[in-house]
């Protein structure tokens, strides 16, 4: 199944096709009400910890370590993405943040990661779960 995430800064203008906007930063941008935000959510839980954020904007890791740790964050507790794979399966998601620049900021890993949950259940689904599911494939000799 194709699914439509898309990648926003909070300060860009909210267009009709954005879907749900859930904001996934920790903390709340600057000089924004919720109301000009028009977000359906706001998940602090599934942005980076706190302190994998201070390293990463202070330059004591790389882009790469920075991403392999928040992957690490993010398998740690995998009940985070749950609400944002409901989203997905409903229709348009945008992941929000106030970071300056969208590819290069946790988004895109979270991104990767929900899909990659998104197709790992839809693996699980496709296989029928009981045996009137293989009712269709039996047939009469």
């Not at 859930?22 to 998940?43: C, H, K, N, Q, S």
């Not at 706190?50 to 740790?69: D, P, V, W």
């Not at 993405?81 to 943040?97: C, D």
Request: a negative charge.
């Amino acid at each position: 199944m194709n699914y439509t995430i898309n990648l926003k800064r909070v300060y860009t203008t909210v267009e009709a096709l954005d879907g749900a906007r859930i904001l996934v930063d920790r903390l709340w941008p600057r000089g924004r009400t919720r109301e000009t935000l028009a977000l359906t959510e706001w998940f602090l839980d599934v942005a980076p910890s706190s302190s994998l954020s201070r390293k990463y904007h202070q330059q004591q890791i790389n882009e790469t370590s920075f991403e392999a740790c928040y992957r690490t964050e993010l398998r740690e507790h995998p009940d985070t993405l749950l609400p944002l794979m409901r989203y997905a399966r409903e229709g348009v998601l945008t992941l929000l943040s106030a970071c300056r620049n969208t590819d290069h900021s946790h988004l895109p890993v979270l991104k990767e990661m929900v899909l990659s949950a998104l197709a790992e259940e839809d693996a699980i689904d496709c296989d029928p779960s009981s045996p009137p599911c293989w009712a269709h494939e039996w047939h009469e000799p």
